[in-house]
């Protein structure tokens, strides 16, 4: 079973479409406990599941105090879950493969005295200025639980937990001192209007979560300036992409500033699947490991891209386009974007890797692709709906080109990334036992 599951991925990264990658996913004919095991305990639908309430606390902790940005979000995210899940499945007996350890655990301790420790410890290593205000939201998880040995046991197996993962992000290069090259020449990326701002070019020197390097999904790069893919890509985002467009739509503008909201979306679906589909405290903690260590190695494989190409974005391809050699392209000095360009180069797009790792991730725990969820946006004032994990790749696809901030080319080749990572992730982690 293995062996076919990986010469299954093999075949479908090599398809051109990425989202197909998601539903090949469903197409491989996977059993459900490679996926996740539904069999539903008696509290699998508890509106308490202390897996998602951790989740809403570090979301405030991560996003609505720190504001860290999606690339740096990714990390926190990724290891208040990992610990998390490490704490749950202990108890739960291990029945997958651990993240970085298997606290000793008889099985009868307090899962929810675990996963408030576990969340609690490793959200407070990494903003101790919120210290005293995550130090009450911990007593009142506390609270809830009724003293006794389980209690107890439940918090050291929680610590031992946030433990091993402080331990393994220590030194591991985030917010260090690396910025973007600078340049010059035509296809070189450069500071963009309004902010004209050089920023986050630590993310692609992080350490990995569980792909062996970086760079170990290296593209070919960006297509050649005179080229003619390099044309339509540049027309296409030229047209459709402007603040003044007047051939994008009213959906397709909602769609780009809903997918660009910094207050990511992706968190909230996470949350509605986990309660929608009746998953129970290890279901749920397995399945947001899954995404959020996916969602971060998947930004740091695509930063990692970005400093190895170092692409112009749109609004100075098209600022400068009479410089790129191209008789396919036309300048037009005074054009910007519909969204504030991030400031970071153009290939690939961060946002398309972190989507189709979250999506793929979902799809490959779920077993399927036609789950339905929804997510708002207060900067769009939105609602967006989605029929399953493939369309919202989909749709981020092209949401960033209806934004004005990214090509195609950098949106559909950081999605393979996406995919790519999570397909990596799925053959060596958290996988059940046999």
């Known amino acids: 079973m293995r062996k076919s599951r990986k010469m ?7 398809r051109k479409v990425v989202w197909l990658a998601v539903a090949g996913v469903v197409a491989a004919g996977l059993p459900a406990g490679a996926g996740s095991s539904f ?25 609505d105090i720190a504001r860290q940005q999606p690339q740096v979000q990714a990390r926190s995210f990724a290891m208040v879950h990992g610990a998390v899940y490490d704490a749950v499945n202990a108890i739960a007996g291990t029945p997958y493969q651990p993240y970085l350890t298997a606290p000793a655990a008889k099985g009868n301790e307090s899962t929810d005295a675990a996963v408030a420790t576990a969340a609690f410890r490793v959200l407070s290593a990494l903003f101790p200025a919120q210290q005293e205000r995550l130090k009450t939201q911990y007593d009142e998880s506390l609270a809830a639980i009724p003293y006794g040995a389980a209690k107890q046991r439940g918090i050291t197996v929680g610590d031992q937990a946030a433990a091993a993962m402080i331990a393994a992000r220590q030194n591991d290069g985030a917010f260090g001192s690396q910025t973007w090259p600078v340049g010059t020449q035509p296809g070189q990326w ?25 760079s170990m999904f ?26 003044t467009s007047t051939v994008r739509t009213a959906d397709q503008t909602q769609a780009a500033i809903w997918w660009h909201d910094r207050h990511l979306g992706e968190w909230e679906i996470k949350r509605q699947l986990a309660t929608t589909q009746r998953l129970n405290t290890l279901q749920t903690s397995r399945m947001f490991a899954m995404v959020d260590l996916a969602e971060a190695d998947a930004t740091t494989a695509c930063y990692n891209e970005k400093a190895a190409w170092t692409f112009w974005r749109p609004v100075t391809a ?3 386009a009479d410089t790129d050699g191209n008789p396919k392209t036309e300048a037009d000095p005074t054009w910007m974007p519909l969204l504030v360009t991030p400031p970071h180069p153009d290939f690939t797009s961060g946002h398309t890797c972190f989507t189709a790792a979250s999506m793929s991730a979902l799809a490959y725990f779920f077993g399927r692709d036609d789950i339905s969820f929804s997510g708002y946006s207060a900067d769009s004032g939105t609602t967006r709906y989605f029929r399953g994990f493939s369309q919202a790749i989909a ?16 949106d559909v080749q950081g999605a393979k990334i996406g995919a790519q990572v999570t397909a990596y992730m799925v053959g060596h982690y958290f996988r059940p036992k046999r």
């Open 8 to 14: 299954h991925w093999s075949s479908v990264l090599k």
């Open 190 to 214: 450069r500071p963009t209007p309004p902010t004209l701002a050089n920023d986050g070019a630590w993310v692609g020197y992080l350490k990995p979560f569980f792909i062996p390097s970086a």
């Open 318 to 320: 098209i600022q400068l």
């Open 39 to 63: 069999a539903y305990a008696s509290d699998s639908h508890r509106p308490d599941n202390a897996v998602i309430v951790w989740d809403r606390n570090a979301q405030t902790a991560i996003w």
């Open 395 to 410: 749709e981020v696809i092209n949401a960033r080109i209806w934004g004005g901030i990214h090509t195609r080319t950098a």
């Open 218 to 243: 290296r593209t070919s790069g960006p297509p050649a300036l005179t080229s003619r893919q390099y044309a339509r890509d540049f027309n296409e985002v030229k047209t459709i992409g402007s603040v």
